[in-house]
T-cell receptor, first 113, second 110 residues
Framework: SQTIHQWPATLVQPVGSPLSLECTVE??????LYWYRQAAGRGLQLLFY??????ISSEVPQNLSASRPQDRQFILSSKKLLLSDSGFYLC????????????FGSGTRLTVV | QKEVEQNSGPLSVPEGAIASLNCTYS??????FFWYRQYSGKSPELIMF????GDKEDGRFTAQLNKASQYVSLLIRDSQPSDSATYLC??????????FGAGTRLFVKA
């Protein structure tokens, strides 16, 4: 069965500091991978998705970036965090069938202070 | 802009009652419809999928889809306190993108 690992679970970072969140998937090859952000009381906002190594699509222009250095590894980064980057960050994978929903990682709660 | 709308709640129901959660969407080209449950501080988990008009039942959960009216609903029968969570409606038009609603908070009173 497929599992998705995401770390760290909680992060408190000062404004202007860098960020690196990592996500790995087990039990599947060439997964479609996603980074979502959930602000308090808001819906899930798609940040990036990737259909393969080195292939990144950005949905929201901002100071975040993503990379996929390996088939089952997806990394979310920032060079300088803003207060508005606070939120719950979720990595997810999804197959491409019309009936396939997302499997989410456990999430990272990021607070920028 | 494609939207998915949900009443934020909280929706409060007594234990054993039927909880009814509703969702409307704006894109008539939407193809697949999902319901996710999210406990406080946790990540969402998929609980229901529906793509054709009508009802789909899975245990105590029933998803209902009406494409003409552009709404999808989730019924939870015999609600339990453990059903207390936020329920997210999600709509996929095709391809790689899904739009999520902001969620409805459900509270089941023991």
């Amino acid at each position: 069965s497929q599992t998705i690992h995401q770390w760290p679970a909680t992060l408190v970072q000062p404004v202007g500091s860098p960020l690196s969140l990592e996500c790995t998937v087990e039990g599947t090859s060439n997964p479609n991978l996603y980074w979502y952000r959930q602000a308090a009381g808001r819906g899930l906002q798609l940040l990036f998705y990737s259909v393969g190594i080195g292939q990144i699509s950005s949905e929201v222009p901002q100071n975040l970036s993503a990379s996929r250095p390996q088939d089952r590894q997806f990394i979310l980064s920032s060079k300088k965090l803003l207060l508005s980057d606070s939120g719950f960050y979720l990595c997810a994978w999804r197959a491409t069938g019309y009936s396939d929903g997302y499997t989410f990682g456990s999430g990272t709660r990021l607070t920028v202070v | 802009q494609k939207e998915v709308e949900q009443n934020s709640g909280p929706l409060s129901v007594p234990e054993g009652a039927i909880a009814s959660l509703n969702c409307t969407y704006s894109d008539r080209g939407s193809q697949s419809f999902f319901w996710y449950r999210q406990y406080s501080g946790k990540s969402p988990e998929l609980i229901m999928f529906i793509y054709s008009n009508g009802d789909k039942e899975d245990g105590r959960f029933t998803a209902q889809l009406n494409k003409a009216s552009q709404y999808v609903s989730l019924l939870i029968r015999d609600s339990q306190p453990s059903d207390s969570a936020t329920y997210l409606c999600a709509v996929t038009t095709g391809g790689f993108k899904t739009i999520f609603g902001a969620g409805t908070r459900l509270f089941v009173k023991a």
